[in-house]
């Protein structure tokens, strides 16, 4: 007998995962919000969880094994040699779409939940004060319209990782009514402005930042105030604080791909403690 599919899907990403503080308390609490929050896929952006900047190959082994289903990342996705292969035959470890052909790696992955709804994740990176890529936005497009949300895919959910906040909001309005959810990284710095665009797609300007929030966007305080106190470079250090898990519930509505809702998830001393009610 085949298995009925579920009326709605429940998704969470989770923000920018720094250093040590931000894979321990990933640990910590997943598993156990996965089961309170009956959460079908886990999306967390992964590119500075090797010492606050860059990911290895044991580190994303580390946190698939924790509980996430997909890696997204961004600009320093490159900062370690070992990654490049890592990426070229672990296709659940995303770099953004709109590198240029040849780079290691892809950008969009599809898989299916355990009840049958088919997911697909892209990874894309802003050029507002970012690294000189491809245009985003055509990017988009491109896969867009090869992979139709509702033909080839029940659910589509972007992490954006992107400076300006411009630049994502403008991304929403693009995509919505043709992906589910656009969920803005890179800032580190949850925002407060989740809403649902007028054609159904879930929107977060930026998740947040998985890792200790004392510290300056997950560098020790020490370490970052020489740089604005006297403009001379020195060397970032991450901080080893306790840490707090931020992200983000999406709810999506399995039939249509529209999001019904989207509701901060943030768990750790960092920030005020808030977990959406169940929905299944």
């Known amino acids: 007998m085949t298995a009925t599919k579920p009326e709605e899907l429940s998704l969470l990403l989770i923000g920018d995962v720094v250093g040590k503080p931000g894979r321990r308390v990933l640990q910590q609490h997943l598993g156990h919000l996965r089961l309170a929050l009956g959460v079908d896929l886990v999306v967390a952006n992964g590119e500075n969880a090797a010492a606050g900047i860059g990911i290895t190959p044991a580190i994303a082994d580390e946190l698939f094994k924790a509980g996430v289903d997909v890696i997204t990342s961004g600009n320093h996705i490159w900062r370690y040699a070992e990654i490049h292969d890592y990426l070229g035959t672990h296709h659940?470890?995303?770099?953004?779409?709109?590198?240029?052909?040849?780079?290691?790696?892809?950008?969009?992955?599809?898989?299916?939940?355990?009840?049958?709804?088919?997911?697909?994740?892209?990874?894309?990176?802003?050029?507002?004060?970012?690294?000189?890529?491809?245009?985003?936005?055509?990017?988009?497009?491109?896969?867009?319209?090869?992979?139709?949300?509702g033909r080839d895919v029940d659910v589509i959910v972007v992490d954006f990782h992107a400076e300006a906040s411009s630049e994502k909001v403008a991304m929403a309005w693009h995509l919505d009514g043709r992906?589910?959810?656009?969920?803005?990284?890179?800032?580190?710095?949850?925002?407060?402005?989740?809403?649902?665009?007028?054609?159904?797609?879930?929107?977060?300007?930026?998740?947040?930042?998985?890792?200790?929030?004392?510290?300056?966007?997950?560098?020790?305080?020490?370490?970052?105030?020489?740089?604005?106190?006297?403009?001379?470079?020195?060397?970032?250090?991450?901080?080893?604080?306790?840490?707090?898990?931020?992200?983000?519930?999406?709810?999506?509505?399995?039939?249509?791909?529209?999001?019904?809702?989207?509701?901060?998830?943030?768990?750790?001393?960092?920030?005020?403690?808030?977990?959406?009610?169940?929905?299944h």
């Open 179 to 279: 992906v589910s959810a656009v969920l803005g990284t890179h800032t580190h710095v949850p925002t407060a402005d989740q809403r649902i665009f007028p054609r159904g797609t879930g929107f977060q300007c930026d998740l947040g930042m998985t890792g200790s929030y004392d510290s300056v966007i997950g560098m020790r305080v020490d370490s970052v105030m020489p740089k604005f106190t006297t403009h001379l470079p020195g060397k970032l250090q991450p901080a080893d604080g306790a840490g707090t898990l931020c992200g983000a519930l999406v709810r999506v509505h399995a039939a249509t791909g529209r999001c019904r809702a989207i509701q901060p998830v943030r768990r750790g001393p960092g920030l005020a403690e808030t977990q959406p009610e169940s929905g």
């Open 92 to 149: 659940r470890l995303l770099r953004p779409v709109n590198y240029p052909p040849g780079v290691p790696g892809q950008g969009y992955v599809q898989l299916a939940t355990p009840g049958g709804v088919r997911v697909g994740v892209l990874n894309l990176l802003g050029r507002v004060f970012m690294d000189a890529v491809d245009c985003p936005f055509q990017s988009a497009d491109k896969l867009l319209a090869s992979v139709r949300l």
